[in-house]
């Protein structure tokens, strides 16, 4: 069975925010990764957007709060709405696929879901709700 972990947006402080909610939850962090991680001739990273962060995961309990820092060539994050994301662990590509394709029709696709080049298969979009959802299938998982 797949399962939803809710994903929050940043401009520049998902780090502080994520060292608040440990405090608060406890839990430990599964994964920091910075956007200078994934730097290389394809996915180049501005001097300024080197030590954001590009994916935070905290575990509390079976579940998982991730973020990230949005890229100021990506504009703002609005603090008020539409900041959050809902993000799906799958089991399988197939099942990536599927609630990729259902939950997508009629939306608006922000990122394809393909092989990502932080090592998972990922996609991103809008519903035709306004909702938005990651689909994330990990085969190291």
Request: hydrophobic share 35%; aromatic share 12%.
């Amino acid at each position: 069975m797949a399962r939803i972990d809710p994903h929050i947006n940043f401009n520049g402080n998902a780090e502080e925010a994520f060292n608040f909610y440990k405090s608060v939850f406890g839990g430990e962090f599964t994964q920091i990764m910075r956007f200078k991680d994934l730097q290389s001739t394809e996915f180049p990273i501005a001097g300024n957007e080197a030590n954001k962060i590009m994916h935070i995961s905290l575990s509390i309990g079976r579940n998982f709060l991730m973020a990230n820092d949005v890229p100021e060539h990506m504009g703002r994050t609005n603090e008020n709405e539409n900041r959050s994301k809902i993000c799906i662990s799958s089991e399988s590509k197939e099942e990536a696929d599927k609630l990729f394709n259902g939950l997508s029709a009629g939306g608006q696709v922000e990122m394809p879901i393909s092989d990502s080049p932080w090592g998972s298969y990922f996609g991103m979009f809008r519903d035709k709700y306004g909702i938005e959802w990651m689909v994330n299938f990990d085969s190291k998982k």
